[in-house]
């Protein structure tokens, strides 16, 4: 049998730094150029700071660039901050946002190889091959999380199953009879999955799924191992958001030490999200993106809003790429409760340790008599649920306290019914934020 390769393409992502520094320049500056010609946009943002492309000499003096943010994308909607004419734009994608109309991004041919490759490079590092049968449960349309793995997935040379999200019964089913080896989705949904197959007395062992690749969503450790133990599969995390490219900005080999960023495509920076001003190696921060290749869309330094660190010692699997840790939240996501910042996968982390809990919680705001209350609304199984009153406050109890432990906050723990908490199979609403500004 053919050996395969367990990195995509060495010659990118084994690149020594110094290597890698100098082809990031090169393509910041050639990106700079073609932005300040032909995105207004920046146009405008580099008059306002009296910068001229031709001024950059060094990597260092990119701090000294404006940001983009998702507002300048709503106020250039649908295509003001295209880069090319709509001619060369082959495909269309959007991110559904908050308030207001999506964001809309766009790719030319070029722009869809670049994407299909960095696809293919995760999914090799999370030890996919030709071999396998991708089983892909996100939702085919203007969300680029399908397509992005489809096309990766292809390029490798796998089977692919398009089956999209939604219907789980059949999801199972499609897993059973095709044989799907790896299984494409959120992590909620594939604990989701996972509650399907213990009603439905599925055992992990009979299917054939050995690799999950999961994103979209932040997700705990813990929820890794619970994802892992009920489904049988290598849980490995990838990063990538629409504005940028899609799925493929990131993800994780088999050491599970950290995100591949590559940095062949993408310039990372880490700032604080109140000052903007860019920490030091080491720091956690605001994720901060600048693409480097990209035609139609491209991005300079564009604000995340995603915690995370970065990592710059070259990984035991080889790769020189610096290594993204689990986003912590969204700086905008985050709760501020009594001055205490809170991120629902800090409390997730507490719940998985507490024997009894399910992995279906949900975290509840109020404002009462002007103080900020955080109820935490957590599954538990039917023994819990249904024992006497004693042994349930002994729950609450341990919970609260471990929560406060971890969070230095005082909480209230609500015990929920089991399967009570609504299933996504998207993204996963933790946070109902019910405070009056």
């Known amino acids: 049998m053919e050996q395969q390769p367990t990195i995509w393409n060495p010659v990118a992502e084994c690149m020594p730094r110094e290597e890698l520094l100098t082809l990031q320049l090169g393509q910041l500056q050639q990106t700079l150029m073609r932005v300040a010609e032909n995105v207004p946009c920046y146009q405008g943002k580099f008059k306002e700071v009296g910068f001229n492309p031709g001024d950059l000499k060094d990597l260092s003096d990119l701090a000294n660039l404006p940001f983009t943010t998702k507002e300048d994308l709503r106020l250039n909607y649908p295509y003001g901050m295209f880069a090319v004419p709509m001619r060369d734009v082959v495909r269309i994608h959007s991110s559904s946002g908050t308030t207001g109309k999506p964001t809309v991004v766009g790719y030319t041919k070029a722009d869809l190889a670049s994407w299909t490759e960095l696809v293919a490079r995760f999914m090799t590092a999370a030890g996919v091959t030709n071999e396998d049968i991708i089983h892909i449960a996100f939702g ?198 009594k001055g205490v910042n809170v991120f629902p996968t800090q409390i997730e982390e507490v719940l998985f340790q507490i024997e009894g809990c399910q992995p279906h919680y949900q975290l509840v705001v109020e404002r009462e008599n002007n103080q900020d209350k955080l109820e935490v609304q957590v599954e538990v199984n039917e023994k819990i649920f249904f024992d006497e009153m004693k042994q349930q406050r ?44």
Not at 409 to 437: M, Q, W, Y
């Open 140 to 337: 085919y349309g203007l969300f680029t999380g399908a397509f992005g793995l489809h096309y990766g997935s292809e390029a490798i040379g796998a089977s692919v199953i398009p089956i999209s999200g939604g219907n789980t019964d059949k999801q199972l089913m499609i897993m059973q009879d095709y044989r799907s080896s790896v299984l494409v989705c959120t992590p909620s949904y594939a604990l989701t999955i996972a509650d399907r197959m213990e009603k439905q007395g599925i055992a992990p062992e009979s299917l054939a799924l050995r690799v999950g690749l999961f994103g979209a969503e932040p997700w705990s450790e813990q929820m890794r191992v619970e994802i892992e133990n009920r489904l049988g599969v290598i849980a490995t995390d990838n990063y990538g958001l629409s504005e940028v490219m899609g799925p493929g900005v990131a993800g994780e080999c088999l050491c599970k030490a950290g995100m591949h960023l590559a940095e062949d495509q993408f310039i990372a920076e880490i700032i604080d999200p109140d000052t903007c001003e860019v920490l030091p190696e080491g720091s956690v921060g605001e994720l901060v993106l600048t693409s480097l290749t990209k035609q139609a869309f491209p991005m300079i330094r564009y604000r995340t809003r995603d915690i995370t660190r970065l990592h710059y010692e070259t990984c035991d699997c080889g790769r020189t790429f610096a290594r993204m840790e689990k986003t912590r939240g969204r700086s905008d996501d985050m709760l501020i409760i």
């Open 394 to 437: 002994a729950f609450v109890t341990e919970a609260e306290k471990k929560i406060h432990s971890a969070l230095g906050l005082s909480v209230k723990v609500k015990l929920v019914e089991p399967s009570s908490i609504t299933r996504h199979e998207g993204k996963a609403c933790r946070v109902f934020d019910n405070r009056k500004n």
